[in-house]
């Protein structure tokens, strides 16, 4: 039996580390994406989840960013208590705050696609403040249409019941989590990594 001694083309130095930041990036959200405050007036709770997306989107790009939020999907759908109360495997990808689990790759990707203008990721932090801002509410918008489109769907609500009990009780916390997000990112401390 022969051995062939051709040599193995390595995995480029920028792909491992932007693997390995998506994976971080999933790996926290993994964290303290379950942290989360019941709302006496609504099915879904109030958790840092968006925040996270919303850092995706900036520091990943839409490629790594989407990756990231997929790494995070996958590791709830396995059995990984990653979700909103703790909560893991596919029981919440299809419950009632399903919608919302789903949008979180897309938004990213949209997020992305916005500060970075396409897949060469830029430094965020230069990026014109309203280009931010439009991307963050871009991708909010996108997280309330899917999720509570997906709960009037599901629980048969009429579609003002949906944004009264999905969507308008979030919007003073996703404002905040838009500001905690672009602080981040113009603190400095999480740069994207350049080709």
Do not use: C
């Not at 996270?52 to 059995?79: D, I, K, N, Q, R």
């Not at 990653?82 to 689990?101: D, I, K, N, R, S």
């Not at 672009?182 to 740069?191: D, F």
């Amino acid at each position: 039996m022969a051995t062939h001694g051709d040599s193995v083309d390595l995995v480029d130095g920028t792909v491992v580390r932007q693997f390995a930041r998506a994976a971080v990036l999933a790996a926290l959200l993994g964290a303290l994406g379950p942290i989360s405050i019941p709302l006496p007036f609504s099915l879904a709770p109030v958790t840092l989840q968006v925040l996270f997306v919303f850092l995706a989107g900036l520091v990943l790009g839409p490629v790594w960013g989407t990756a990231s939020m997929l790494l995070y999907l996958a590791a709830g759908a396995v059995g990984a208590p990653v979700f909103a109360g703790w909560e893991a495997g596919l029981g919440p990808l299809f419950g009632q705050t399903g919608g919302f689990l789903w949008s979180y790759p897309i938004a990213a990707a949209l997020i992305g696609a916005i500060v970075h203008r396409g897949t060469d990721l830029r430094d965020p932090a230069a990026v014109p403040l309203p280009v931010v801002v439009l991307a963050l509410a871009a991708a909010t918008v996108l997280i309330y249409a899917m999720g509570t489109a997906y709960a009037a769907w599901l629980l048969e609500l009429e579609a003002w019941e949906a944004i009264v009990g999905f969507a308008l009780p979030f919007v003073p916390g996703e404002l905040l989590k838009m500001a905690a997000a672009i602080a981040i990112v113009n603190g400095g401390r999480l740069e994207p990594i350049q080709a």
